[in-house]
């Protein structure tokens, strides 16, 4: 006579649970791998990569944007670059400028709204920036526009900024909050 061997019914069961298990193992990194695999079918050969090069020639870009701000705020101011940065370094602010210059203040704000304007149509379109953070940013140009005119700078400011976008030195944390428009301003810094 046979009797059954009482392992046999228990190694059916493992070797059907072992079985689930992989295959769920399966399942589950096939719905993690199949995302991934159809967003890089979507990504067009056009797509940009960041390289350095290419991180080096956007730094660039943005500079000279920023140098080319600073000469059209001297031209509106009557000044050149040199004598703007030199009086803003002795201690003056750029009402102050305007001022000595005879220099009507509405034409630097009316200047600083539609370059602050122009950067943030500029972020909007490279998709850098929604439209509803974009309307954020434009709901803070007027008070911007009122601190940077006024903003004196301090001993130990290089330029405007203080330690290349890492904020005020020894400064708290809610100095840092907030959106900072680079016309010579880091980070926090009101210019």
Do not use: C, W, Y
């Not at 079985?19 to 979507?42: D, I, K, W």
């Not at 020894?170 to 926090?188: K, R």
Request: proline residues 4%; negative net charge; charged residues 30%.
């Amino acid at each position: 006579m046979n009797t059954p061997n009482p392992q046999t019914p228990n190694r059916k069961i493992g070797r059907r649970i072992a079985a689930g298990v992989v295959g769920l193992a399966a399942l589950g990194a096939s719905a993690l791998v199949a995302p991934s695999l159809a967003s890089a079918q979507e990504a067009t050969p056009d797509a940009e990569v960041t390289t350095p090069d290419t991180q080096s020639s956007d730094r660039e870009e943005r500079r000279e944007a920023r140098q080319e701000r600073k000469a059209a705020l001297a031209e509106a101011l009557g000044t050149t670059s040199e004598d703007l940065r030199e009086s803003l370094g002795n201690g003056e602010s750029i009402a102050n400028v305007a001022a000595a210059n005879g220099v009507d203040i509405g034409t630097v704000t009316d200047l600083f709204e539609a370059q602050m304007n122009d950067k943030i149509d500029a972020k909007v379109e490279a998709g850098r920036l929604t439209a509803e953070e974009a309307d954020e940013r434009r709901a803070m140009i007027e008070e911007k526009i009122e601190e940077k005119i006024n903003r004196v700078r301090t001993e130990g400011d290089r330029d405007g900024r203080r330690g290349h976008r890492h904020g005020p030195r020894g400064g708290d944390a809610d100095a840092t909050a907030g959106v900072a428009f680079n016309f010579g301003a880091g980070a926090g810094q009101s210019a």
